[in-house]
């Protein structure tokens, strides 16, 4: 018994990333109309998709670095402080996003899970995979920034991508678990949106962990988000020299999630159109 649950448990991860690939056309278009359709009407158009990132940014860096003065880096300046908050934020928007419409994906489309058959895992993936556009251009061009005016290795533009993958395979393995739960318990959606609002602040990401005392600096290695963000703030701040610890256990986070929430999604999917 257990060494099936063992095989299984391998298996989950490869079938849905098979499913994935097989239906990638699908899953692009879906990404594309999704995108278009967010600010369709408007006069910004798909230009909103970079202004907002933008404008969330200004209103965190006024009231964080130029209100309540945390500074960050040798020095504290400014310019630090700015990119130290820019490098959690963005992905921090990015997860929240993602896990966010994510775990609502089965329920929103429940009438065409119900008429059609077809792999559902590419409706998370799609719910997770778009913010991704918007906000991980605007951590490539931070990159690029703080290669040509910080002086950073070339090779912070060739690691983020990678970070940028773990980062969507950690938020889609939480997004499969949250959105398999909410098909048989809907009250999971309400859970995840409390959780998201107090994960921000769980996080050193609008603060830097220096202030915290030492108890609160070991409990953050049992918040899973907190590897990941330091992974991005320590890559983006000192260039390649990043914290090679984290960037392990981060990994690990990721894969365990990714392998826990693949498994209980292709475990329980065939009973989602009867649940829905």
């Known amino acids: 018994m257990i060494a099936k649950y063992f095989k299984e448990i391998v298996r989950s991860p490869f079938i ?34 970079f202004v907002h ?12 670095v130029y209100i309540f003065k945390v500074r960050i880096g040798t020095g504290g300046n400014t310019t630090l402080s700015s990119i130290y908050l820019m490098s959690g934020l ?29 792999p559902t895992e590419i409706l998370t993936a799609k719910a997770v995979v778009t913010p991704l556009l918007s ?8 990159s690029l ?57 769980l996080t050193p990401i609008l603060y830097p962990v220096d202030m915290l005392p030492g108890w609160a600096r070991m409990a953050m290695y049992i918040n899973p988000l907190y590897p990941l963000i330091s992974v991005y703030q320590s890559l983006l701040i000192k260039g390649v020299s990043c914290e090679w610890n984290m960037l392990f256990l981060s990994l690990c986070w990721s894969l365990s999630f990714f392998v826990m929430g693949a498994f209980f999604f292709t475990k329980l999917k065939y009973e989602f159109a009867d649940w829905l």
């Not at 690939?21 to 699908?26: K, V």
């Not at 070339?154 to 939480?174: D, K």
């Open 90 to 118: 963005f992905p921090w928007i990015i997860l929240a996003e993602g896990l966010s419409r994510g775990t609502s994906s089965l329920i929103e489309n429940a009438n065409l899970i119900q008429k059609t058959f077809f």
């Open 145 to 201: 920034y703080t290669v040509f005016f910080l002086h950073n290795s070339a090779m912070v533009i060739i690691i983020l991508p990678i970070i940028l993958l773990m980062q969507i395979l950690f938020t889609l393995g939480i997004a499969f678990l949250t959105s398999t739960i909410s098909v048989f318990f809907r009250d999971i959606m309400q859970f995840v949106q409390v959780l998201i609002s107090f994960w921000i602040y």
């Open 16 to 49: 849905v990333l098979n499913n994935l690939y097989l239906y990638r056309h699908i899953l692009i278009h879906m990404i594309i109309r999704e995108l278009k359709g967010r600010f369709a009407g408007s006069m910004g158009g798909m230009l909103w998709h």
């Open 135 to 142: 906000y991980g251009i605007a951590m490539i061009i931070l």
């Open 53 to 64: 990132p933008v404008l969330m940014l200004i209103i965190f860096l006024f009231v964080f």
